[in-house]
């Protein structure tokens, strides 16, 4: 019986690398670089993908997508706004034949996924594989927060999910493609909602953009989540819910996984985790080393204590996992 779901720890671990590493504030050292990272999905993880960075000021900046699509780049003096966009990779084991795109505001998570595909195009008013091509410094230099967060809502509203988003930011909010997550579930939505992408994204581009005929986001959102998903990574074969707690340089982010059974045993629950090569793997796709130091195991509660060591740097995790 699987007791993790491996997308989901590793995403979610990589996702806290970030913030730990420069990507969004809080203590530490005052020789840490600030990155960009975060996740590519279009409900599956785009998976060998490859993330180029455009931004302002300095030189492009690159990275592969690992396992759960995650990815980061560690900025060397460039200046924000950034382009961003990922092409190729495989998606659900087919490969990813279109450039989705996205944009950084700031530091930190910036995820990559059709609906930010989506935000770009209508931000800037036309194709996003067109500007980005062309995009020049003084471009991305006139780029605000508001002018995003207007390209935001008008996406939003016009597909019909604001209620379902419900303020959650699908350029910015730490997710884990897997079934039961709210943005992933919000992707698989959207492509099964009666559009392709590139039928929606010519309508984006437009200011008064409006969703075609045929097109009904709340139904199949409605139909992902009565089905637990569509083409996630979600262990899918237990019947509990599994609330996952990573902490980690003074930030904690918490979330959810559905179809997760409790393990009977502390062994059960240490020795699975542990000899999970994803899991262990995870320090080697963000550049480091990751060492688990403690396992626990008591009700229905377990405790992991890691330690990431990365660009000189050491971060302690601690990781809890409280099954519902």
């Known amino acids: 019986m699987k007791l993790f779901n491996r997308v989901t720890l590793s995403s979610s671990l990589a996702a806290l690398l970030l913030a730990g590493c420069g990507g969004g504030g809080g203590g530490g050292g005052g020789t840490t670089s600030p990155s960009l990272g975060g996740v590519a999905a279009v409900g599956a993880p785009i998976v060998g993908g490859t ?19 995650t990815w980061q780049v560690t900025s060397s003096g460039q200046t924000l706004p950034c382009a961003v966009q990922i092409s190729g990779g495989t998606a659900g084991g087919v490969a990813n034949t279109t450039p989705y795109h996205s944009i950084a505001i700031t530091f930190g998570t910036v995820n990559i996924t059709p609906l930010t595909d989506l935000v770009v195009a209508n931000l800037v008013g036309s194709a996003p594989a067109t500007w980005f091509t062309s995009v020049t410094p003084n471009g991305l230099l006139a ?14 509203d016009a597909l019909g999910m604001t209620a379902v988003l419900a303020g959650a930011n699908p350029l910015t909010a730490n997710f884990v493609p897997t079934n039961g997550e709210l943005l992933d579930d919000v992707l698989e939505a959207l492509a099964a909602a009666g559009a392709t992408h590139q039928a929606l994204l010519a309508l984006a581009s437009n200011v008064s953009f409006s969703a075609p005929i045929g097109f009904n986001f709340l139904n199949a959102y409605a139909t992902v989540v009565a089905h637990g998903g569509g083409s996630g990574d979600g262990s899918g074969a237990g019947s509990g819910t599994l609330r996952v707690g990573i902490s980690v340089a003074g930030q ?9 059974d409790a393990p009977a045993t502390q062994s059960e629950f240490c020795d699975e985790l542990t000899a999970d090569p994803t899991f262990t793997g995870i320090g080697a796709s963000g550049g480091g080393t990751l060492t688990i130091t403690s396992c626990a195991f008591s009700g229905n509660v377990g405790t992991i204590g890691a330690n990431l060591s990365v660009q000189g740097q050491s971060l302690p995790y601690t990781i809890t996992y409280t099954y519902l």
């Open 51 to 69: 993330v180029t960075v455009a931004c302002a000021g300095g030189s492009a900046m690159t990275a592969t997508t690992a396992a759960g699509g």
């Open 252 to 260: 904690t982010t918490t979330f959810d996984v559905a179809g997760v």
């Open 143 to 156: 780029v605000t927060p508001g002018q995003v967060a207007a390209a935001l809502q008008v996406v939003s």
